[in-house]
């Protein structure tokens, strides 16, 4: 496997990357005797083309690992080019503009708001068995992992029996300001919020919230993740579940709470219209949408998209399933629509 990447790696996250790998190679291992996944006739097909580009913005210490059990198991070469939902759909603009294709499969969040005309209909057989929100429409892409959206506060400044049920309740929170922190990005939570409380009495909410919190403007969700687990900020106003629990599965004290609305979105997979290697596409997308590779995926806290997947820790759907939960899969004139009304309410500039 050789990997690209647009952003420097630590030894920190290389160490963790060669722990993880073990991980997944042991879960890889247990599974070999249930890989439904692996049609022979298109393993076959993708042999011969003996290797593939996938372009994605999961972070190294999970995609790394997951690509090698695809590798181990079907001797499929992957190159691996990670870099950020916005850099990968700018860099696959400029290569389309320039009549190349660099690219087999792409993997982001971001999926939904590419070129519809750039990705292949197909319809991996794994995806019968996913949840029926997380498939894109004319079969362009299909959801690997749900990301959840929830604050989360650091279990060492905090205690659980002081956190706030309702959004309404946290507004009140004043002793919480300046010491809450969301990214800048989150315009799929805010979206949720006018569209559970309606756009009045959730703009009214929000208002409140910047108002009397007061909180910092992060950049990146992993970071957000680790400061609140570091004690930098006491409480994420929100963040995606399954980064808070990598935080947490890596020792760090901090936990998730959940309060309507959930707003809930996909890591996508989608494979290009003109792939260089279209058989060995085909074979890692239905992989990452198979029970070994989203099982494989939990290692880090991701959270599945199959029912017959546990979350890492157990239980994370089952408490889920009794809360108001939001699908966000945002066009990109929504998007915008959103991200403009998140930047007017937090002042971000």
């Known amino acids: 496997m050789?990997?690209?990447?647009?952003?420097?790696?630590?030894?920190?996250?290389?160490?963790?990357?060669?722990?993880?790998?073990?991980?997944?190679?042991?879960?890889?291992?247990?599974q070999a005797?249930?890989?439904?996944?692996?049609?022979?006739?298109?393993?076959?097909?993708?042999?011969?083309?003996?290797?593939?580009?996938?372009?994605?913005?999961?972070?190294?210490?999970?995609?790394?690992?997951?690509l090698k059990v695809f590798e181990d198991a079907t001797g499929v070469k992957v190159?691996?080019?990670?870099?950020?939902?916005?850099?990968?759909?700018?860099?696959?603009?400029?290569?389309?503009?320039?009549?190349?294709?660099?690219?087999?499969?792409?993997?982001?969040?971001?999926?939904?708001?590419?070129?519809?005309?750039?990705?292949?209909?197909?319809e991996p057989p794994e995806a019968k068995v996913i949840d029926a929100g997380a498939k894109g429409a004319a079969q362009k892409w299909y959801g690997v992992y749900a990301n959840y959206n929830t604050p989360a506060y650091n279990t060492s400044k905090i205690?659980?029996?002081?956190?706030?049920?309702?959004?309404?309740?946290?507004?009140t929170k004043k002793e919480w300001a300046g010491k809450i922190a969301i990214d800048y990005s989150d315009n799929e939570w805010i979206a949720a919020m006018y569209k559970h409380y309606g756009d009045a009495k959730g703009a009214?909410?929000?208002?409140?919230?910047?108002?009397?919190?007061?909180?910092?403007?992060?950049?990146?969700?992993?970071?957000?993740?680790?400061?609140?687990?570091?004690?930098?900020?006491?409480?994420?106003?929100?963040?995606?579940?399954?980064?808070s629990l990598n935080v947490k599965l890596s020792g760090g004290p901090i936990d998730y709470w959940i309060m309507d609305p959930v707003a809930v979105f996909y890591g996508q997979?989608?494979?290009?219209?003109?792939?260089?290697?279209?058989?060995?596409?085909?074979?890692?997308?239905?992989?990452?949408?198979?029970?070994?590779?989203?099982?494989?995926?939990?290692?880090?806290g991701r959270i599945p998209t199959r029912p017959d997947v546990e979350t890492n820790p157990p239980g994370i759907l089952k408490a889920l399933a009794g809360h108001k939960v939001v699908s966000v899969v945002l066009s990109p004139e929504e998007e915008n629509k959103w991200q403009k009304i998140y930047k007017e309410q937090f002042d971000v500039r």
């Open 204 to 243: 009214q909410i929000v208002k409140d919230i910047v108002k009397n919190l007061k909180p910092s403007i992060a950049k990146g969700h992993l970071a957000l993740a680790r400061s609140v687990g570091a004690g930098e900020y006491d409480v994420s106003l929100n963040n995606y579940l399954n980064l």
């Open 33 to 66: 005797q249930d890989r439904s996944w692996m049609d022979p006739t298109l393993l076959a097909a993708a042999k011969k083309e003996g290797k593939l580009t996938f372009y994605s913005s999961i972070n190294e210490e999970e995609g790394l690992p997951l």
């Open 79 to 122: 190159e691996y080019v990670r870099n950020s939902d916005s850099g990968l759909l700018s860099r696959i603009m400029v290569e389309n503009r320039a009549g190349k294709q660099g690219w087999d499969v792409i993997q982001t969040t971001a999926v939904n708001k590419m070129p519809q005309e750039l990705l292949a209909s197909y």
């Open 269 to 300: 997979v989608g494979i290009n219209a003109k792939a260089p290697s279209p058989n060995a596409a085909r074979l890692l997308s239905n992989f990452m949408l198979s029970k070994e590779g989203q099982t494989a995926l939990t290692a880090k």
């Open 159 to 171: 205690k659980a029996a002081d956190l706030p049920k309702t959004y309404e309740e946290l507004a």
């Open 2 to 30: 050789s990997f690209v990447s647009a952003r420097p790696k630590s030894a920190r996250a290389l160490l963790a990357a060669l722990v993880t790998t073990a991980t997944f190679c042991a879960i890889g291992a247990a």
